[in-house]
């Protein structure tokens, strides 16, 4: 009895603590935000008609991330990458 007490103790425990571990994770940087650090470093530094679109485009990808359209979000961003000259 004793050990099975124990046993269950120990088990919960490392539940416990495991639970806690992961809650104190930093949020990961999803794959819309990726792309828009990295359009947005680009286009911070340019100041011609590329860099003007490639700031319009940006306001349309996140647009589309957030309403879930992650795929057309990634067309358009490889677009934008591509005009700027950055390579995926």
């Known amino acids: 009895m004793t050990r099975m007490t124990t046993a269950g103790l120990a088990l919960v425990?490392?539940?416990?603590?495991?639970a806690v571990a992961m809650a104190q994770q930093a949020?990961?940087?999803s794959d819309c935000d990726k792309w828009i650090a990295r359009i947005n470093a680009?286009?911070?530094?340019r100041v011609d008609e590329a860099g003007?679109?490639?700031r319009?485009?940006?306001d349309d990808i996140y647009k589309m991330c957030k309403d879930g359209k992650?795929?057309?979000a990634?067309?358009?961003a490889a677009d934008t990458m591509a005009m700027l000259?950055?390579?995926l």
């Open 52 to 54: 003007w679109r490639a």
């Open 13 to 18: 425990s490392l539940v416990w603590l495991s």
């Open 74 to 76: 990634q067309k358009m």
């Open 42 to 45: 680009e286009a911070g530094i």
């Open 70 to 72: 992650t795929t057309e």
């Open 85 to 87: 000259g950055i390579k």
């Open 56 to 58: 319009q485009n940006v």
């Open 27 to 29: 949020p990961m940087q």
